[in-house]
């Protein structure tokens, strides 16, 4: 079954999938059959649709591609048909390729050559570990060689060591080793270190540009997600109190502290004692980032029975999809850059922002059965296959970044190694979950039924 087939099969009895369900939202016209399949034959269909796309278009393009076979990492700087645009690396890349492919091994294709990969990228990296003060270099030569110094705590770039975290931690899985488990965690706790240092980012304006108020110390949404992601990673594999704790201070964070009772959304950026700023970054919303961190707190509401904390995530993700989507010409945006001025960032889309709030749909669609769950699941999955998988326009792998159409661009200088293949695991582990239970729970949280 190819994309076009499976969107003519499935739009249509996506927002069927649990019982009782009506036809999607009104505003939004679905491809559907005269027929729609059955539930079943849809998460069928899907699960045999995302694993051609895991399996012949990202893997076949990444081993041919990106994958460095000589030194081991990833050279992402690639155009569309694989040319290679420039060979150096980077710590954000580094960590996300290596959890992916440690990912992939240990969830659902066990070849060795996933776990070679990613072991190889993680020793790769940590030739260049910097101390307990500083954070990764950004970008490496093909070989491995900094092409900047170690970042201080003040660069804001604590990214690429979480994202190395993760990845060390997922291969530590794979291969049950210690010592890669430690190092994950002393990554992760000298990360939660400086960034609770006073003089962290002390004057980030990139969302809201250099006219925006310097703010020191500041906590943002963002970090809070990559620890969220971090620590979910290591506790995954098994319990640690520690972890268990900054995994929670970060959800406490961004739905207590956050939240913005004014406008009734989660902002990005909080002063360093997590109160709101009295600036423009109160009026500063970035619903897809949010959906992101959303998802993740579900997860581990899921992992400590906690329906509470389910409802809570479930009901913010619902205001920030219906607050973040595009309803001229679909999906979500990125970033609200002042709510009451209604100022989006109108001139791009990123597939992140649509593959990972459909994650957070795909976590309820499993184990609740909410109504408007299912006709937002129908109605973004509907747009994200129509419009963003770049085979319709005879390239590989999925657009990354486009205008807010969604345009082709034939030539493009970055495969990605994290979001698209993220997706494509998690909805077809989901997926298979669904279709394998004898008998689905559904958790019951205090929605209304329609």
């Known amino acids: 079954m190819d994309r076009r087939d499976f969107l003519s099969a499935a739009a249509g009895s996506a927002a069927m999938l649990s019982t009782g369900c009506q036809p999607a939202a009104v505003g939004w016209r679905p491809l559907v059959t005269d027929t729609p399949p059955s539930p079943g034959t849809s998460l069928e269909a899907r699960g045999r649709l995302y694993r051609h796309y895991l399996f012949n278009d990202f893997l076949s393009f990444h081993y041919e591609h990106v994958i460095d076979a000589d030194y081991g990492g990833f050279m992402c700087t690639v155009d569309r048909d694989g040319t290679r645009v420039a060979d150096t690396k980077t710590a ?60 201080p705590p003040n660069s804001n770039d604590l990214y690429g060591d979480c994202f190395i975290a993760a990845g060390i931690a997922e291969v530590a899985r794979a291969l049950d080793d ?57 506790l995954d594999d098994r319990h640690d109190d520690e972890v268990e704790a900054i995994v929670s201070r970060s959800i406490e964070a961004v739905l207590d502290h956050h939240f913005n009772e004014e406008i009734g959304l989660i902002n990005e950026v909080v002063d360093h004692d997590l109160k709101h700023t009295g600036t423009t970054y109160d009026q500063f919303v970035p619903p897809a980032t949010v959906n992101e961190t959303l998802w993740l707190a579900m997860q581990h509401a899921l992992r400590r029975g906690d329906a509470r904390l389910l409802e809570r995530a479930a009901t913010q993700l619902r205001r920030h999809l219906e607050f973040g989507w595009d309803y001229v010409y679909g999906g979500v945006y990125m970033n609200c850059h002042h709510v009451d001025d209604n100022r989006w960032d109108h001139h791009r889309k990123g597939l992140w922002a649509q593959v990972e709030t459909l994650n957070a749909l795909q976590l309820l669609v499993e184990h609740t059965d909410l109504l408007w769950v299912h006709e937002w699941y129908a109605k973004l999955s509907a747009y994200l296959l129509e419009k963003w998988p770049a085979d319709q326009y005879g390239a590989p792998l999925w657009l990354d970044y486009t205008d807010r159409k969604v ?19 998690h909805t077809i582990l989901s997926v298979e979950r669904i279709l394998t239970a004898s008998d689905r729970p559904l958790l019951s949280i205090s929605f209304p039924p329609g």
């Open 178 to 234: 210690d010592g890669y488990r430690d190092v994950a965690r002393q990554i992760l706790r000298k990360c939660v270190r400086l960034y609770d240092r006073a003089d962290f980012c002390p004057d980030d304006r990139s969302w809201l540009g250099d006219d925006a108020p310097p703010i020191t110390g500041m906590r943002t949404i963002s970090a809070w997600m990559l620890f969220l992601w971090v620590g979910q990673t290591l």
């Open 92 to 151: 954000w890349y580094e960590g996300r390729g290596s959890w992916t492919f440690a990912y992939l091994y240990n969830h659902i294709d066990p070849d060795p050559r996933h776990l070679e990969t990613a072991r190889r990228s993680v020793e790769f990296i940590l030739r260049t570990r910097p101390d307990e003060e500083h954070f990764w270099p950004r970008s490496l030569s093909r070989q491995g060689e900094p092409l900047q110094p170690p970042q």
């Open 407 to 425: 345009t082709f661009e034939p030539h493009w200088t970055r495969a990605d190694v994290l979001h698209y293949p993220r997706h494509l695991m």
